[in-house]
């Protein structure tokens, strides 16, 4: 059964068992769809050497053009904005957009960004295409149909498939920091904190800002600490500049 026909809900309850230590159990069985997303993840924990990075992005400048953008009519997300940031800076970095196979790894020619998506039935990844090419508002349109189609169940496996990397964002729900699981046939995913006012240095002076915690876990068969460094760091100089993503 095709993931777009399965119900969102479809968790097998068996009746109780009698009473222990624990009190009674009720085992809930998972639907294919989260069984299939459980064995990806035990898959690429179990044979993916992960290496995880962290650094903090001053996105006061971000955060202050989004709201002008805003005060216009409809905006890009923060998510939005990091999806373009990534999908520019792995094109100066195709290590990172790459997969590791037999003992070497292929290089991607398309960027395709998976965006983790939070539903009733786990975490589903539906694909931007080409992200690299597409506008920000584009990138915006694309994110705000794929999260719907995923939460209503009318996702298709075509629309989950392809990714070259993966963002997860947990900052809407005030996540500051996570590290994320690479997914299988992937080097790198990237996990998004929530933005928090903090007092930042700029220019010698303590001053108000927004700060953001960027996390990205690496397959280190494929990418070094170096490597993986250079391309978090574009990332994290492209959102504390915005302009660099028109």
């Given at each position: 059964m095709p993931i777009s026909s399965l119900?969102?809900?479809?968790?097998?309850?068996?009746?109780a068992t009698?009473?222990?230590?624990?009190?009674?159990?009720?085992?809930?069985?998972?639907?294919?769809?989260?069984?299939s997303m459980s064995r990806r993840i035990a898959e690429s924990k179990a044979t993916i050497p992960h290496i995880y990075l962290q650094v903090e992005a001053d996105v006061t400048a971000l955060v202050r053009r989004r709201a002008a953008l805003r005060?216009?009519?409809?905006?890009?997300?923060?998510?939005?904005?990091?999806?373009k940031a990534a999908a520019l800076?792995?094109?100066?970095?195709?290590?990172?957009?790459?997969?590791?196979r037999d003992g070497g790894i292929e290089l991607?020619?398309?960027?395709?960004?998976g965006v983790a998506v939070d539903t009733e039935d786990g975490s589903?990844?539906?694909?931007?295409?080409?992200?690299?090419?597409?506008?920000?508002?584009?990138?915006a349109a694309d994110v705000r149909n794929l999260s719907a189609r995923a939460r209503s169940g009318e996702i298709t496996p075509p629309e989950l498939a392809g990714a070259t990397f993966a963002i997860s964002n947990l900052g809407t729900l005030g996540i500051t920091s996570s590290e994320p699981v690479v997914n299988p046939g992937q080097a790198a995913k990237l996990a998004v904190g929530a933005v928090t006012a903090r007092p930042v240095v700029r220019g010698g002076e303590v001053?108000?800002?927004?700060?953001m915690t960027l996390d990205l876990s690496c397959d280190h068969r494929v990418l070094h600490g170096g490597e993986?460094?250079?391309?978090?760091?574009?990332?994290?100089?492209?959102?504390?500049?915005p302009g660099l993503l028109e």
């Open positions: 119900p969102m809900s479809e968790e097998v309850q068996t009746p009698p009473a222990g230590n624990k009190g009674e159990s009720e085992f809930v069985e998972y639907s294919r769809a989260r069984q005060a216009s009519g409809d905006a890009p997300t923060v998510n939005d904005l990091v999806i800076a792995l094109r100066h970095h195709p290590r990172v957009n790459s997969t590791y991607h020619s398309k960027i395709n960004i589903l990844t539906p694909v931007v295409g080409d992200a690299d090419l597409k506008s920000l508002n584009e990138i001053v108000p800002g927004d700060v993986a460094a250079r391309f978090l760091n574009e990332v994290k100089t492209s959102l504390e500049d």
